[in-house]
């Protein structure tokens, strides 16, 4: 069922963008680039968090390394894509090592404050710097720039970003069915038993924070290159917050469960703030009784399950 | 370097360091005896900010304001507890993140329903509105000198009411084993109710009185919270003097180094270099201390005796 939905929500936007664009509303087309880009990073997300139960409060942090890997070169009208992408995921890998291999000899909520805090140190330290700009951000004027793919058009634009969302999903789908993946997972269910196994998890907890930081960081890149603005306020920790829901929403640990939550989120977004300017308080509240009585999320809702 | 304005930016690291500690040691309790992760901690504040300005506004006085803004902040808080907080303490902690992330953004959208999208300005008595000569020819607002010397008072008002009376005894005893607690005939619902609604007070003191200088704004708890959870993590979870010694040392580093750092940089670097990257570090000193002191201590300075 929830394989199902999934890929049907694939099918949809896969097809989705011409057809907006057919019907005169390049509007969705925005929007869906958007989600499919928010869509990838809780992906990357919940390889550690569905996977690992590794409560990562500072998964935003990626998404603004990724976008100022652009924004940066950008600024010294260096426009090469690939040397972009390497940034990205280079200095999301190398920043996701070096405070994980901290945040990772904590437990629970230890960990969460953590992470947060060290997502928060990023923000703190963009802000401070006034040559990109500090609290205003930066406007990227040319997009990356790839090899017979032209990012400026919207609709390639698209695309590149729903390859990287199938990448993301392909990746973390393989690496939880491996047997890598099972050690993450066994270490979630029951420490001491991996330990007694003879697994030194550690070193698989620290791979998977880090390859999930990695990933976020190419999202954060196309993220940056939709928007062609980039600032802190990408990684503020309620950004952070909102991935977590995201990945909650849809189920943790389902493969589709992020894509589905993205999707969600996005869509109460747009329906809500269209609606009234207080959008935050419904969406709060809904947020309060998801916890309360849907804790599968809406893959657990299509599996019959509940609470 | 003047050594007027190194006691003064001593002073101002002071009343940082008891503004702290008024969040961390709610903060920190709450953790300690419910095992609860706040992230709406901020909230109150915030909440406390906004009850102070409209009552300063109403009676004319700001002292008649803060007394009568303190009980109603607890019972913003006791109404939390009951309504949202107490269905979760069994879940897990992602659970409490996300729930109260929920409660923020409700939080957020009522106090711009109630008070509109701009700040409140609190007009200071004439009494508390002057500068001080302190010795060695040091003039210092009289107003920061009030919140030093209040924030003091309450830190010592908070320790002989955990170590000297019965509630405190009784808060003591639900933290170490809140089963046995019970079973020794504590009501431990209403303990936990209490404990919440005394960290709402002393949340909504500390933005009472921050409010005359900042103002108080939308959002103005979630980017010290962050800083409050570095305090309760460096001085170990549920640890009220590590809160104490965390809260003081990170308010005096934080003052410090955002005033001193550059200075100190000259020394060993250009000029200029010394001026671009002073800000940046400053920003992230206290989360490289933070790391600095988890990479020896995971549990913090003052670790809570093990269970």
């Given at each position: 069922m929830n394989r199902t939905v999934g890929w049907l929500l694939l099918a949809a936007l896969a097809a989705g963008p011409p057809l907006a664009l057919a019907a005169g509303q390049p509007f969705y087309v925005d929007i869906l680039t958007r989600l499919v880009c928010l869509a990838a990073a809780a992906t990357s997300l919940n390889l550690i968090l569905g996977h690992g139960g590794m409560i990562s409060f500072g998964h935003a942090a990626y998404i603004g390394i990724g976008a100022y890997a652009v924004g940066i070169p950008a600024y010294y009208e260096i426009y090469d894509g690939w040397l972009h992408i390497l940034l990205a995921v280079a200095f999301s890998a190398l920043f996701a090592l070096a405070t994980g291999a901290i945040a990772l000899r904590t437990r629970g909520v230890y960990f969460i404050m953590i992470t947060m805090a060290f997502a928060q140190m990023v923000f703190f330290a963009v802000v401070s710097?006034?040559?990109?700009?500090?609290?205003d951000g930066l406007v990227i004027d040319i997009r990356s720039e790839f090899p017979l793919i032209d990012l400026e058009d919207g609709l390639t634009l698209y695309y590149a970003c729903f390859a990287v969302l199938l990448g993301t999903l392909y990746l973390v789908h393989r690496v939880a069915r491996s047997r890598f993946g099972m050690v993450i997972e066994g270490a979630k269910g029951n420490e001491r038993r991996m330990a007694a196994l003879g697994f030194a998890f550690y070193r698989h907890r620290l791979a998977a924070y880090t390859l999930a930081g990695a990933l976020c960081g190419l999202s954060g890149a196309m993220l940056g290159n939709f928007t062609n603005f980039i600032s802190p306020e990408m990684m503020d920790w309620t950004r952070s917050g909102e991935l977590i829901f995201m990945v909650v929403l849809g189920?943790?640990?389902?493969?589709?469960g992020p894509l589905m939550g993205a999707a969600a989120f996005l869509l109460l977004e747009e329906l809500l703030s269209g609606w009234t300017i207080y959008w935050q308080l419904p969406f709060g509240l809904l947020l309060i009784l998801v916890v309360l009585f849907a804790r599968g999320g809406l893959a657990g809702l299509l599996e019959g399950r509940r609470g | 370097m003047d050594a007027g304005l190194v006691a003064a930016q001593l002073l101002n690291g002071l009343q940082l360091g008891v503004l702290l500690f008024l969040l961390a040691s709610g903060l920190t309790l709450i953790f300690g005896i419910m095992d609860f992760v706040n992230l709406a901690h901020g909230s109150l504040y915030m909440v406390g900010a906004y009850f102070c300005a409209t009552l300063t506004d109403v009676t004319g006085s700001f002292l008649l304001a803060v007394a009568l803004a303190l009980p109603a902040t607890a019972l913003v808080g006791a109404a939390v507890e009951l309504l949202v907080v107490r269905r979760l303490y069994r879940r897990d902690h992602l659970d409490h993140v996300l729930a109260t992330f929920g409660l923020i953004l409700c939080f957020d959208t009522l106090v711009q329903m109630i008070w509109g999208p701009e700040g409140m300005a609190i007009r200071l008595p004439a009494w508390a509105d002057g500068q001080q000569h302190l010795p060695g020819g040091l003039v210092f607002p009289t107003y920061r000198l009030l919140i030093i010397g209040a924030g003091l008072a309450v830190a010592a008002g908070l320790y002989v009411l955990v170590v000297r009376t019965r509630l405190g005894m009784r808060i003591r005893a639900g933290a170490s084993n809140p089963a046995m607690a019970g079973a020794l005939g504590i009501d431990i619902g209403l303990l936990f109710t209490l404990v919440f609604a005394l960290g709402a007070v002393m949340a909504g003191l500390a933005g009472m009185m921050i409010a005359p200088i900042t103002e108080a704004s939308i959002g103005m708890g979630n980017e010290i919270i962050i800083t409050a959870f570095v305090v309760v993590i460096v001085g170990g979870i549920g640890s009220i003097r590590g809160a104490f010694v965390a809260a003081l040392l990170i308010g005096l580093i934080d003052t410090m180094g955002r005033s001193f750092l550059d200075m100190g940089l000259k020394l060993v670097m250009s000029v200029q270099a010394a001026e671009t990257s002073a800000p940046a570090l400053s920003a992230m000193l206290i989360y490289i201390l933070m790391a600095a002191v988890l990479a020896f201590r995971p549990q913090g300075l003052f670790p809570p005796k093990a269970r």
């Open positions: 710097i006034e040559e990109y700009g500090g609290d189920g943790t640990g389902a493969l589709f | -």
